[in-house]
């Protein structure tokens, strides 16, 4: 691969990472309370990443979004657990429980978020094919198009994690008390729209 697809490819990452989504919101929302829990919950986000990388390189992306079912199946497990998560953070439960203090609760978060995230799934179908071409070493230009993917989302969350406990330092607690009712209103309207484009495609297959 060229450095010139290469750089086009990082600048096609950049916009995917910056346009807000479903893990900005918990990665913000985990990072008020902390930067180890934001740390961790980016951390979740990553390895979804990372997930979505090891389905590209194995042919698994282009599979399940060639199967309508399985797509439409994806973004209703997807707009369920958003809408959880969005009803937990706007009630301060749930996600925001003792329990999410725990290591294990803030990274699942972050995977189950992404992972599920038809966004991620789409990229690596419809972005990724784009720069990778064909030949020989297409496997290897998708594992280095993951990498660069993982590696990029790790540096975009450890500075939006440092923008986040920043702004909470010089807010005087206004963004740490307004940020769940907000970041829960933001997911559940995703969960909507990710259910009312599930219901479009499962009326337009029939």
Known sequence: MSLGSWAAFAAALVIALVVPGPDLVVVAHAATHSIR??????MGVVLGLGFHAALAA??????????????????????????????SMARNT?????????PGTGVLTGFVTNATNPKALLFFAAVLPQFIGDG???????????????????????????????????GNGRF??????AGGLILVCLAG??????????????
């Open 136 to 170: 020989p070493d297409r496997f290897m230009r998708t594992v280095a198009m993951g990498v660069t993917v993982v590696v990029g989302a790790a540096i975009w969350w450890a500075v939006m994690i440092a923008l986040t406990r920043t702004v909470q330092t010089g």
């Open 58 to 87: 194995g042919g698994l992306t282009a599979l399940v979004v060639s199967l309508p079912a399985a797509l439409t199946a994806l973004q209703v497990v997807g707009a369920c657990i958003l809408f959880w998560f969005g009803i």
């Open 94 to 102: 749930g996600i925001d429980s003792a329990a999410a203090a725990q």
């Open 176 to 181: 740490e008390r307004a940020l769940p009712k």
């Open 37 to 42: 829990r934001g740390v961790l919950t980016a």
């Open 193 to 206: 729209g990710l259910l009312w484009s599930a219901v479009c495609a499962g009326i337009s297959v029939n």
